[in-house]
């Protein structure tokens, strides 16, 4: 997925003439407060210091990612599309400096993350919209997101598998969280797979390209989803 990511995203700096300019992206840590600002409840992963917000900006325009491996870099274009991606604190810089990029020239409109009430809208978004497409699906959720398993929870069956091992093994909202090690089996069982943007950080996002409707959430995959052809929910973001 990285090596199609890396072509395309070329292909529109060099279409773009970008990479003759003496551009430089900046990927700072955004705080929680900074990146969701305050929303009713704080059991989210950035609030529990477990991941944080990368921000790219580039010619104004700002892209994110979520990851584990967090800090400061500043760059020139070029060298971040040649960079090596074999951590992911490398890959958190590459995808929101692609999302920035493709925010500053109008390809995708949904780069920076909701905050508030945001997550919570969000949610119940998300319900009416797979019961629109699907009706009374069995979902699969990879990545615990609180607000989504709340309220997908109350109205479908759910599997939910996470990385964080504070939650594995622990019943949230009626619905126990396993390990990624059920991911193949709750694939096998589910209708629809939910699945964090943040798996294309980790590296990992390539495994939900199963034969079954799969939605991609969040921030992190903003860019990413255009270029890759891939189902995006994230209607609050900015």
């Not at 921000?55 to 971040?80: H, R, V, W």
């Not at 980790?202 to 959430?217: G, L, Y």
Request: aromatic residues 8%.
């Amino acid at each position: 997925m990285y090596d199609i990511i890396r072509k395309k995203f070329s292909d529109i700096v060099d279409e773009n003439k970008l990479g003759d300019e003496e551009v430089s992206v900046f990927a700072k840590t955004l705080t929680p407060t900074e990146a969701i600002g305050n929303p009713e409840h704080n059991d989210y992963p950035i609030q529990k210091g477990k991941e944080r917000m990368m921000q790219a900006e580039f010619k104004g325009s700002q892209g994110q990612a979520f990851t584990d491996m967090f800090g400061n870099y500043k760059g020139k274009l070029s060298q971040i599309i040649e960079m090596d991606l074999s951590n992911n604190f490398q890959r958190a810089i590459f995808i929101s400096t692609v999302n920035a990029v493709m925010r500053q020239l109008e390809m995708v409109d949904k780069t920076i993350h909701c905050k508030d009430k945001g997550p919570k809208d969000c949610s119940q978004e998300l319900v009416s919209y797979i019961k629109k497409e699907f009706n009374k699906p069995r979902i699969a959720l990879v990545g615990l997101q609180p607000r989504m398993l709340e309220e997908l929870s109350a109205e479908f069956e759910v599997r939910v598998t996470d990385l964080d091992k504070e939650n594995i093994g622990k019943q949230k909202f009626g619905v126990m969280i396993d390990s990624p090690e059920k991911t193949e089996e709750n694939l096998t069982w589910c209708d629809v797979a939910l699945v964090t943007g943040t798996t294309l950080v980790n590296d990992t996002a390539s495994a939900f390209r199963i034969d079954k409707p799969v939605i991609f959430f969040g921030v992190s995959i903003a860019g990413p989803s255009r270029l890759l052809g891939l189902t995006h929910f994230c209607p609050f973001s900015t």
